[in-house]
């Protein structure tokens, strides 16, 4: 199972991410704030937050994002 190894904030609700086969790119999450679930990353030091989470990411909340998401959606850096 692939698994994201780095990940970094960017504008716009944005995160730069590496996956453990070194496909790397960016994966926008503001489609995904839209649901009550998600609001708390409107707010941009929050936002900053993200860290690994088991094999994809997440903020301290408990919001999170598995490989498989975020890899349908990645574009190229």
Not at 47 to 63: D, Y
Request: aromatic share 12%; glycine share 10%.
């Amino acid at each position: 199972m692939k698994k994201i190894t780095s990940v970094k904030p960017l504008e716009g609700k944005k995160v730069a991410v590496v996956f453990s086969d070194g496909v790397s790119g960016v994966f926008d999450v503001s489609p995904y704030i839209r649901s009550d679930f998600f609001k708390h990353l409107e707010d941009d030091d929050y936002f900053k937050q993200v860290r690994l989470f088991f094999t994809g990411i997440g903020w301290p909340e408990g919001q999170d994002l598995g490989p498989d998401t975020i890899e349908a959606d990645l574009q190229p850096i």
